[in-house]
């Protein structure tokens, strides 16, 4: 778009203002870790947004919207990972994201459901 | 952690016969009690065991791969193994692909460390499109075996 190509020439080398990128820490609470069932509920509510959304963690990143990415940070309970979220709806999709967190991905911190 | 950690060989199966959830499962932990891994005595429970796991939701992790899994009491370390689907079976997976990859895994009640670690070890794996297509194709349990070992020692490239 004339616009967005406009704005880019004084901005070249960073993303536009809609593709600002928003980030949170999240820790991984419950106690069987990131495992599948999470892993499947981070992912499809990442795919809910047009925003790209990875997972860092301190050697790797993970495309949120892949739940074989997620899987492969094999990220245990207490694991601190950083949410990054670009896009036009990076900051609502920053708090979707951050509220499974949040919720434990409605497991009970001690479930024996893996 | 690296498949030789975790995959019974002598409980691969090039071709399961089952053509639903259920039977796949059951034909996969049959090959675990044949192979030594899980007793005869356990194997009913691990299979309802795992079935209620799927109930939560599907394993089938797209890409044509499923994940089927529980935690047991019955085992003491991690025990898994792996099978092909010819004609792929319903999982009702994520992307609503039929199946026709899976590792079945069975872990002691303690360890979801291990068991993150061998999921961690499949999905990375996996993220490899020749990998998966090489395994689909494998003809008999030493090929998916030899796949396996490839994987442990050099790593697929993706």
């Known amino acids: 778009m004339a616009a967005n190509s406009r704005e880019s020439l004084h901005d070249a080398a960073s993303a536009t203002p809609r593709e600002k990128t928003f980030s949170r820490e999240v820790v991984v609470a419950n106690s069987q870790g990131l495992h599948a069932r999470p892993a499947d509920l981070l992912a499809r509510e990442a795919r809910r947004w047009q925003s790209r959304i990875e997972l860092v963690a301190e050697s790797q990143r993970a495309d949120g919207k892949s739940i074989l990415e997620v899987l492969t940070l094999a990220a245990e309970s207490g694991t601190r990972l950083v949410v990054e979220a670009t896009g036009p709806d990076a900051r609502e999709a920053l708090e979707a994201i951050g509220s499974l967190f949040d919720r434990n991905f409605n497991e009970h911190a001690g479930s024996q459901n893996t | ?158």
């Open chain 2, 1 to 158: 952690m690296k498949f030789s950690d975790f995959v019974a060989t002598t409980a691969i199966r090039s071709h399961v016969d089952a053509d639903t959830k259920e039977g796949v499962i059951r034909e996969m932990a049959r090959a675990l009690v044949d192979a030594g891994k899980i007793l005869a005595a356990d194997e009913e429970s691990i299979i309802k065991a795992i079935l209620k796991r799927e109930d939560l939701g599907s394993t089938g992790i797209g890409r044509g791969v499923a994940v089927p899994h529980t935690k047991h009491p019955g085992v003491t370390r991690l025990v898994g193994t792996v099978a092909v689907s010819r004609g792929g079976v319903d999982f009702e997976s994520l992307d609503g692909d039929p199946v026709q990859l899976f590792f079945l895994l069975v872990s002691p009640p303690d360890r979801p460390g291990d068991h993150l670690r061998a999921l961690e070890s499949i999905s990375r794996q996996l993220r490899d499109d020749a990998f998966c297509k090489l395994l689909k194709a494998a003809k008999e349990p030493l090929d998916i075996q030899h796949l396996l070992e490839e994987a442990d020692s050099h790593g697929v490239v993706s």
